[in-house]
Antibody, heavy 121, light 107 residues
Framework: EVQLVESGGGLVQPGRSLRLSCAAS????????IHWVRQAPGKGLEWVSG????????GYADSVKGRFTISRDNAKHSLYLHMSSLRVEDTGFYYC??????????????WGQGTMVTVSS | AIQMTQSPSSLSASVGDRVTITCRAS??????LGWYQQKPGKAPKLLIY???SLQGGVPSRFSGSASGTDFTLTISSVQPEDFATYYC?????????FGQGTKLEIK
């Protein structure tokens, strides 16, 4: 069974940094792209960032480009999101999500339960 | 970034109704579009990938189609468990982008 477990969320002041982690199991981690998707309270889904199976292609939403960095450690079956210069509007649930394409882009087919990030003074 | 314009933002339907939700892409995205269902307090669930392919375990009353840059999710006969919010997501290129969502409510 595919499992994605996020951690690292919490309350942080504007301008500070936070690192999210996602531990994956139940599938061949190094074959799949992985993404971060967020959802502000009561709002819609926003794709934040994605990384290919071998880390050779990274992507970011315009709203986070230059402030967030995605990375992965295939040996540890883990995905990370380093978030810096955090803003109030970065508040939301952050989901780790697996792509369905084997060593290729496709739709997201599995999601974690999310970790809440609150940016507030 | 590619813009995905989803409509309507909300929709009221009765059990047994046929409903249609549309996403329009601001540029060519091939067939690289998926549809998701999200219920309150839950993670989204993939329904359709590559425009029209049904994800495993998803009822056949869900279907997807496209005409140019217009993509459509159809529920042929809405069931009580289908009342939820639906999103499209283009995965043609980075950054991937979601539609704004459609909340399907009981009439």
């Amino acid at each position: 069974e595919v499992q994605l477990v996020e951690s690292g969320g919490g309350l942080v002041q504007p301008g500070r940094s936070l690192r999210l982690s996602c531990a994956a199991s139940g599938f061949k981690f190094d074959d799949f792209a992985i993404h971060w998707v967020r959802q502000a309270p009561g709002k819609g889904l926003e794709w934040v960032s994605g990384i290919t199976w071998n880390s050779d292609d990274l992507g970011y939403a315009d709203s986070v480009k230059g402030r967030f960095t995605i990375s992965r450690d295939n040996a540890k079956h883990s995905l990370y999101l380093h978030m810096s210069s955090l803003r109030v509007e970065d508040t939301g649930f952050y989901y780790c999500a697996k792509d369905r394409g084997i060593r290729d882009w496709d739709s997201i087919d599995c999601w974690g339960q999310g970790t809440m990030v609150t940016v507030s003074s | 970034a590619i813009q995905m314009t989803q409509s309507p933002s909300s929709l009221s339907a009765s059990v047994g109704d046929r409903v249609t939700i549309t996403c329009r892409a601001s540029q060519y995205i091939r067939a690289d579009l998926g549809w998701y269902q999200q219920k309150p307090g839950k993670a989204p669930k993939l329904l359709i990938y590559a425009t029209s392919s049904l994800q495993g375990g998803v009822p056949s009353r869900f279907s997807g189609s496209a005409s140019g840059t217009d993509f459509t999710l159809t529920i042929s006969s809405v069931q009580p468990e289908d009342f939820a919010t639906y999103y499209c997501l283009q995965d043609y290129n980075y950054p991937h982008t979601f539609g704004q969502g459609t909340k399907l409510e009981i009439k």
